[in-house]
């Protein structure tokens, strides 16, 4: 993505995005899987929803459903038993989402290239570990969280859907073993927002 950008003379930082009344509690252990953003094939949340079946586990899915077609594609595996759908959500009712969750997960396409991931600092800032799918290496899933915040499943973009859950479910196995006053320690320190607001203010 950076060269994509590279005559607007681009900086390397995490994003950070705080919205209104979306303070964070203190973390305490969730339930169930949770992810948020727009549904659409560029996000692919449908493989999340295949890891979340793989390992018997109940995903919320929250955000705006961008494209009906996709979604039709896609409709049995989001009328699942284990899956709410539970719309677009923001300020206190997102960052409960977040919190009550045992872990979020990340997904996008093969061909979709991040700028930004904001739903990692939200989650981390929260509590919630992360377990991202990811089709080559250096994404901003990678730059954002450690060892101790999460886990990133890279995955060969020419493998099938299913190969991709079953090694997203994998990386959401490996996140249950992670402790959510820890995750948020080490989330409200790298996603300060003081600190990349700073970042911004002082680019060349």
């Not at 699942?80 to 759908?85: A, E, F, G, L, R």
């Not at 901003?140 to 991709?164: I, K, R, Y």
């Not at 959401?172 to 990349?196: K, N």
């Amino acid at each position: 993505m950076i060269e994509r950008y590279r005559a607007h003379a681009p900086i390397r930082t995490l994003s950070v995005q705080i919205g209104l009344n979306e303070t964070e509690p203190p973390a305490v252990p969730g339930a169930d899987l949770v992810w948020v953003g727009r549904v659409d094939s560029q996000k692919s949340p449908h493989i999340a929803v295949m890891a979340a079946g793989l390992l018997g586990r109940r995903i919320h899915i929250v955000g705006p459903i961008f494209d009906s077609g996709y979604y039709r594609r896609h409709a049995k595996l989001f009328a699942s038993d284990h899956v709410q759908i539970a719309g677009e959500l923001g300020g206190p009712a997102k960052t409960a989402a977040f919190a009550r969750a045992s872990t979020c997960v990340y997904t996008c396409g093969r061909s979709y290239v991040e700028a930004g991931v904001a739903t990692l600092g939200e989650s981390l800032r929260a509590g919630t570990p992360v377990a991202a799918l990811a089709w080559r290496s250096g994404t901003c899933a990678e730059v954002g969280l450690c060892d101790a915040t999460g886990a990133v499943a890279v995955v060969d973009p020419s493998s099938t859907d299913e190969h991709a859950a079953n090694a997203l479910a994998q990386a959401i196995a490996t996140t249950d073993l992670m402790d959510a006053s820890t995750v948020q320690a080490i989330g409200l320190e790298r996603f300060d927002p003081a600190t990349h607001f700073k970042a911004l203010a002082t680019r060349p």
